[in-house]
């Protein structure tokens, strides 16, 4: 008797009160957080500083109370007097070569034997380390295999590309190392056209790569590279906004929300140099602050309370969820379940959601009674081989041990935001239109909002 009287309270807040996700209020926010104004949102910039002080105040006018977490983070551009030599061959740097300091210092010497890894995701029973681990592009994040390769004591990673070498002048954003820590010490990549003047066996290479039974082997030479880096310490921040749970006993469990609020900033060139990234991820964004909304309006409010982070740096690899996973502002043990969003993009009602992050007993059926009671299936990742579970900010999280997942929609065709994937992402037309069909965004938010309310007030 006790025990249906205290389930019909939980299910109170649901079946009680209509779950108020506005698209307008959705469409009003990733109209400003897309605006040319904020230059692309990248940290530690004007715009991403404007982009923290909107989030702030939108956070505060839905009823929650903010805390700005201080991430700091290191821009590591690569100087020109950087060289590399590879078995007595001098390669032409920023045409054959390009590399990034990890070490985070201004001068390293590096001098490492060559290890091909293929997709750098399972070593099998090498050993890498002291090595220079060579692989190739697919199959997981860069972020995981970057994470994998220092774990195992390799020296740098060098990524064999098929084409022309990623945007090598650029500077590359890391969170500022503990010097204690393990790293390693550099990441680069190496053209297919350089490795074959090299004399590296490229083809045969790529075609055990993606044999089943893949072990890694040595490519005959040395790697002997100056590398000269300029650093720059700098900060941005996570926006965290908290609503504390109703009931004494259980106010330190919390429901984990979170979405990046940061983006590619300015192109180096073009007519248009601004990835305004309202898809990736103003959509995100706007809906967390929506959700966080609806939460703290319901009465009564759920015994569990919810925390939303809106994570800086996610664009250089994850940082700022990197740096909330190892300094939580609450314990993370105390987190009932992550849901983050992330490139929500506009459209009908999704034909169904993927959730990645690892199956848990605990979370699954959580997901499954808002898919059911929102009429979104859930089904299985519709590319696994993309990797996105390794590529978005549940998984620093997830792996610190956190039933945490990436909410992600379905268009009609059954896939993640296929148009959107083929034409705008990571580009600089990821702009907003008013003529977006905001269904997709609201019905998202909806079920984002539904598997938290249900966690946070089951018993
Ligand atoms: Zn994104």
Same mark, same amino acid.
């Given at each position: 008797?006790?025990?249906?009287?205290?389930?019909?309270?939980?299910?109170?807040?649901?079946?009680?009160?209509?779950?108020?996700?506005?698209?307008?209020?959705?469409? @009003?926010?990733?109209?400003? =957080?897309?605006?040319?104004?904020?230059?692309?949102?990248?940290?530690?910039?004007?715009?991403?500083?404007?982009?923290?002080?909107?989030?702030?105040?939108?956070?505060?006018?839905?009823?929650?109370?903010?805390?700005?977490?201080?991430?700091?983070?290191?821009?590591?551009?690569?100087?020109?007097?950087?060289?590399?030599?590879?078995?007595?061959?001098?390669?032409?740097?920023?045409?054959?070569?390009? $590399?990034?300091?990890?070490?985070?210092?201004?001068?390293?010497?590096?001098?490492?034997? =060559?290890?091909?890894?293929?997709?750098?995701?399972?070593?099998?029973?090498?050993?890498?380390?002291?090595?220079?681990?060579?692989?190739?592009?697919?199959?997981?994040?860069?972020?995981?295999?970057?994470?994998?390769?220092?774990? *195992?004591?390799?020296?740098?990673?060098?990524?064999?590309?098929?084409?022309?070498?990623?945007?090598?002048?650029?500077?590359?954003?890391?969170?500022?190392?503990?010097?204690?820590?393990?790293?390693?010490?550099?990441?680069?990549?190496?053209?297919?056209?350089?490795?074959?003047?090299?004399?590296?066996?490229?083809?045969?290479?790529?075609?055990? /790569?993606?044999?089943?039974?893949?072990?890694?082997?040595?490519?005959?030479?040395?790697?002997?590279?100056?590398?000269?880096?300029?650093?720059?310490?700098?900060?941005?921040?996570?926006?965290?906004?908290?609503?504390?749970?109703?009931?004494?006993?259980?106010?330190?469990?919390?429901?984990? #929300?979170?979405?990046?609020?940061?983006?590619?900033?300015?192109?180096?060139?073009?007519?248009?140099?601004?990835?305004?990234?309202?898809?990736?991820?103003?959509?995100?964004?706007?809906?967390?602050?929506?959700?966080?909304?609806?939460? $703290?309006?319901?009465?009564?409010?759920?015994?569990?309370?919810?925390?939303?982070? $809106?994570?800086?740096?996610?664009?250089?690899?994850?940082?700022?969820?990197? #740096? #909330? @996973?190892?300094?939580?502002?609450?314990?993370?043990?105390?987190?009932?379940?992550?849901?983050? *969003?992330?490139?929500?993009?506009?459209?009908?009602?999704?034909?169904?959601?993927?959730?990645?992050?690892?199956?848990?007993?605990?979370?699954?059926?959580?997901?499954?009674?808002?898919?059911?009671?929102?009429?979104?299936?859930?089904?299985?990742?519709?590319?696994?081989?993309?990797?996105?579970?390794?590529?978005?900010?549940?998984?620093?999280?997830?792996?610190?041990?956190?039933?945490?997942?990436?909410?992600?929609?379905?268009?009609?065709?059954?896939?993640?935001?296929? /148009?959107?994937?083929?034409?705008?992402?990571?580009?600089?037309?990821?702009?907003?239109?008013?003529?977006?069909?905001?269904?997709?965004?609201?019905?998202?938010?909806?079920?984002?909002?539904?598997?938290?309310?249900?966690?946070?007030?089951?018993?």
């Amino acid at each position: 008797m006790l025990r249906t009287f205290v389930l019909l309270l939980a299910a109170i807040p649901l079946v009680g009160q209509p779950l108020a996700i506005d698209s307008s209020r959705l469409r @009003a926010h990733i109209r400003f =957080l897309s605006s040319d104004l904020l230059e692309g949102r990248a940290p530690g910039t004007r715009g991403g500083d404007l982009t923290e002080q909107y989030l702030s105040s939108a956070f505060e006018a839905a009823g929650t109370k903010v805390q700005l977490q201080k991430v700091p983070l290191l821009g590591v551009r690569t100087d020109p007097g950087s060289s590399v030599i590879i078995s007595g061959t001098e390669l032409v740097w920023n045409t054959d070569f390009v $590399a990034s300091s990890r070490s985070q210092k201004a001068l390293s010497l590096i001098q490492a034997d =060559l290890l091909f890894v293929g997709y750098g995701n399972n070593y099998g029973n090498v050993d890498p380390k002291g090595k220079i681990v060579v692989m190739i592009n697919g199959q997981g994040g860069t972020t995981a295999k970057r994470e994998l390769a220092t774990r *195992l004591g390799a020296v740098g990673t060098l990524l064999l590309s098929k084409t022309s070498l990623p945007r090598s002048a650029a500077e590359s954003i890391q969170l500022k190392r503990d010097p204690a820590s393990s790293s390693l010490d550099f990441t680069g990549a190496i053209t297919e056209a350089a490795a074959l003047r090299l004399g590296w066996p490229v083809a045969d290479l790529l075609a055990k /790569a993606t044999a089943t039974d893949f072990t890694p082997v040595p490519i005959a030479g040395t790697l002997q590279m100056i590398l000269q880096s300029t650093i720059r310490n700098f900060s941005a921040h996570n926006v965290v906004a908290t609503i504390p749970g109703s009931d004494p006993a259980t106010s330190s469990e919390h429901i984990l #929300y979170s979405a990046h609020w940061d983006h590619l900033g300015l192109a180096a060139n073009g007519e248009d140099r601004i990835f305004n990234g309202a898809v990736d991820n103003a959509t995100g964004c706007a809906a967390l602050i929506e959700i966080a909304r609806a939460w $703290a309006a319901l009465e009564p409010r759920p015994k569990r309370g919810a925390v939303f982070v $809106a994570t800086t740096g996610e664009e250089s690899g994850l940082l700022g969820a990197t #740096y #909330y @996973a190892a300094n939580p502002l609450q314990p993370l043990n105390q987190i009932r379940i992550g849901l983050n *969003l992330d490139g929500l993009a506009p459209g009908p009602k999704p034909s169904g959601f993927f959730a990645l992050g690892t199956e848990n007993k605990n979370a699954q059926p959580l997901l499954e009674e808002a898919a059911r009671r929102l009429g979104i299936p859930l089904r299985p990742d519709p590319k696994p081989e993309l990797g996105y579970i390794t590529r978005a900010d549940h998984f620093p999280l997830m792996n610190a041990g956190v039933p945490a997942y990436s909410l992600m929609p379905l268009d009609e065709s059954g896939q993640f935001a296929s /148009a959107y994937m083929n034409s705008r992402y990571h580009r600089v037309n990821d702009e907003y239109s008013p003529t977006w069909d905001m269904t997709s965004n609201e019905a998202m938010s909806r079920l984002a909002l539904t598997i938290g309310l249900n966690a946070a007030s089951r018993p």
